[in-house]
DNA sequence: ATCCAATTATGCGATCTGCTCAACTCGAAG
DNA sequence: CTTCGAGTTGAGCAGATCGCATAATTGGAT
């Protein structure tokens, strides 16, 4: 049994292609790549498989539909009633992510707002969620490195010599 | 001068089938949003202008990638050095983002790697950066709530009586 | 009532898609 | 070394789609 859920290094060039032009035509694709559009073909209908690549969600910024304010809220749940605060936590729409962490905080909330008087009313939902203990509230000033995931890319496009 | 670079109604609703189907053909969103090929087209123009969607780096999955640990770390940094840090993360390939954050830590990094050894080295990597004071790392168990944006989305189409 | 920007409708040639089939490459198994 | 099979390639074809233009329509602001 193959591992099927892992990219080689013709679908990392694929993918280094379509993020340069995500909308890009199979044959444009083909070209870039120097791969044959019958495999560029074969390729893109895996990767949009579900379950492959990431959602298209990913990719709509949360500033564009009106919320500019972005917060990580750090958690204290009480640990029997974890998936109960998840499940609430999905409840709220503003709350985009929550991460399951080891360590003393248990959970690990990205939420957006649309200002601070928003993001006070998102706080005291959260709080009011039965289980949770204690929060703490990071406002995101700055986006230091943004999101790119290209440097680990490459490295599996570029290395001959290595493996 | 408007305020172009934010989603009406329009493009919440383009957005939406786009989530459904990522490499839908102008055609079928049309169809599927009840626009005009042309709306479609042109809307669609727009959005894949740089700056405008996020990036398609978003949609690729660290794990496909080999690298299935994902840890939070949190940092403190000597302020005045701050940009100094960041730039000094850029440069690690498994630092995928940097956020600064009002508080205590001063920066928080989202990181992943190949496996615990691989962690160790990273983190090691980190703590060299001179600058940095002192890290914590939270390794991420379970993603309890998937990034989602659609709630949002949704929120937008949706009420008619609001606006 | 008038104006203006966005949307819609329609049409055109060039391009692309979805699909099939045969030939080729190359690493693994016998 | 030979055989096998998966993945890739090249070629071809009918039908769908794209990119672009032009004119009509809509709906909100002046």
Sequence with gaps: MRNDDRFDQTDARLL?????????TA???AEETGL?????????LRLEQPGVL???????PPRA???????????????QRLDEVADALAGV????????????????????????DDLYRIAGQMLAIPGVE???TALVM????????????EKRVLPPASR
Tied chains: 1, 2.
């Design 54 to 60: 990431d959602t298209f969600e990913q990719r709509i």
């Design 27 to 29: 044959v444009a694709l």
């Design 134 to 136: 204690r929060t703490n």
């Design 93 to 116: 729409p503003e709350v985009l992510q929550v991460h399951g962490i080891s360590g003393q905080p248990d959970l690990f909330v990205h939420v957006v707002a649309e200002d601070a």
């Design 65 to 79: 539909l009106g919320y500019p304010l972005t917060a990580l809220v750090t958690m204290v749940v009480t640990q």
């Design 36 to 44: 044959s559009r019958n495999t560029v073909q074969s390729r893109l």
């Design 16 to 24: 280094l292609a379509l993020a340069a032009q995500p909308r890009a």
């Design 142 to 153: 700055r986006e230091l490195v943004s999101y790119r995931i290209r440097p680990l890319l």
